[in-house]
């Protein structure tokens, strides 16, 4: 309830404020100088000048119109140049396809290194495995797996 009461004093206090100001505002030619300079010369009964303002003329007449030889260069030169782009857009093109390839070749080579990595220290950890349970089984002597044969 408070806020409510205080919220609409605020309101009211804003728009007496600035219903004042706009008030003062419009009484006193201070705050706007071109405006009472206007007034004053409008009372004092200023004269027009003799010449009305003009813009200022842009350019001659033989200047606007174009010339027929480079407009003609224009009409060869815009095929070329709209094939010189095509060219140059194919070779960027074709440069990113094959940086592109590249790209998943080395990918694709780093994938095949970990995968070959992987699977030979799954074979070294299965001979591993093997030698150990041959090691612990019965009858199992220590030494080489055959007998040296002595020469005689």
């Known amino acids: 309830m408070h ?6 004093i605020l309101v009211s206090a804003a728009v007496a404020l600035t219903g004042a100001a706009r008030a003062a505002e419009d009484e006193s030619g201070a705050h706007r100088p071109g405006r009472a300079a206007a007034h004053a010369a409008l ?3 200023a004269d027009l000048p003799v010449n009305p303002p003009s813009l200022p003329e842009l350019a001659l007449e033989g ?3 174009a010339d027929p030889a480079a407009a003609a ?18 070779a960027e093109s074709s440069r990113a396809e094959r940086d592109e390839q590249a790209n998943r070749i080395a990918q694709a080579s780093v994938v095949a ?4 990595a992987a699977n030979d220290a799954h074979v070294a950890a299965a001979q ?17 797996p055959h007998p040296v044969p002595k020469n005689p």
């Open 3 to 8: 806020t409510i009461l205080r919220a609409a």
């Open 43 to 45: 009372a004092d009964g």
């Open 63 to 65: 200047g606007r119109r």
């Open 73 to 90: 260069a224009r009409r060869l030169d815009a095929p070329r140049e709209a094939a010189s782009q095509a060219d140059q857009h194919a």
């Open 113 to 116: 290194a970990v995968r070959s």
């Open 128 to 144: 591993a495995r093997s030698s150990v349970a041959k090691a612990k089984g019965p009858g199992h002597v220590t030494g080489p």
